[in-house]
T-cell receptor, first 117, second 112 residues
Framework: EAGVTQSPTHLIKTRGQQATLRCSPISGHTSVYWYQQALGLGLQFLLWYDEGEERNRGNFPPRFSGRQFPNYSSELNVNALELEDSALYLC????????????????FGDGTRLSIL | GENVEQHPSTLSVQEGDSAVIKCTYSDSASNYFPWYKQELGKRPQLIIDIRSNVGEKKDQRIAVTLNKTAKHFSLHITETQPEDSAVYFCAASIYNFNKFYFGSGTKLNVKP
């Protein structure tokens, strides 16, 4: 089975621009999670989508947003880019969310490396 | 919210020795604790997980222990091999919140 796929692999932007990152979960998975991994640091939880709705978000400003499409793929949008947004953005998926999903391992994609010049 | 602390940040062992990585968490409602291995430039991969109704779980050379009272859990790797070299992350998840809190990572270096 195909794993979680993310695009693009690399994205270079300048301050103030907007970035769109895409994620396709494993076939049959309905929950998608986004994480930010700054260089040398751990994974910071950004957003969780399940069944097309935003279910939870981490401690990030509103300029980090996203959506989930009917086919369960997801987009992460970052507006008004700042230098400190430079990081690896990882997407993960689980078969479902809620009671069961919180106890399931997350399957990660290879990430999108976002560089802000 | 939950806070997961992970130690040590770097760990260097000789091939064949054991490695232990420890994590503590703050929220007693956390009940699922996965461990991920991230090799350089690659995606994090689940290597083992444990739920709060279990105290220990083993999978070949890897084991995880959980102490709910003390709110800490540990990863044990025995007979380490050079291919075990990677960054290891622990995580904690609170039931039904689907919000995983990750530790800051441990860079394990296994010297041949």
């Amino acid at each position: 089975e195909a794993g979680v796929t993310q695009s693009p692999t690399h994205l270079i932007k300048t301050r103030g621009q907007q970035a769109t990152l895409r994620c396709s979960p494993i076939s049959g998975h309905t929950s998608v999670y986004w994480y930010q991994q700054a260089l040398g640091l751990g994974l910071q939880f950004l957003l969780w989508y399940d069944e097309g709705e935003e279910r939870n978000r981490g401690n990030f400003p509103p300029r980090f947003s996203g959506r989930q499409f009917p086919n369960y793929s997801s987009e992460l949008n970052v507006n008004a880019l700042e230098l400190e947004d430079s990081a690896l953005y990882l997407c993960a998926s689980t078969p479902t969310g809620g009671l069961i999903g919180s106890n399931q391992p997350q399957h990660f994609g290879d990430g999108t490396r976002l560089s802000i010049l | 919210g939950e806070n997961v602390e992970q130690h040590p940040s770097t760990l260097s062992v000789q091939e064949g020795d054991s490695a232990v990585i420890k994590c503590t968490y703050s929220d007693s409602a956390s009940n699922y604790f996965p461990w991920y291995k991230q090799e350089l430039g690659k995606r994090p991969q689940l290597i083992i997980d444990i739920r709060s109704n279990v105290g220990e779980k083993k999978d070949q050379r890897i084991a995880v222990t959980l102490n709910k009272t003390a709110k800490h859990f540990s990863l044990h790797i025995t007979e380490t091999q050079p291919e075990d070299s990677a960054v290891y992350f622990c995580a904690a998840s609170i039931y039904n919140f689907n919000k995983f809190y990750f530790g800051s990572g441990t860079k394990l270096n296994v010297k041949p």
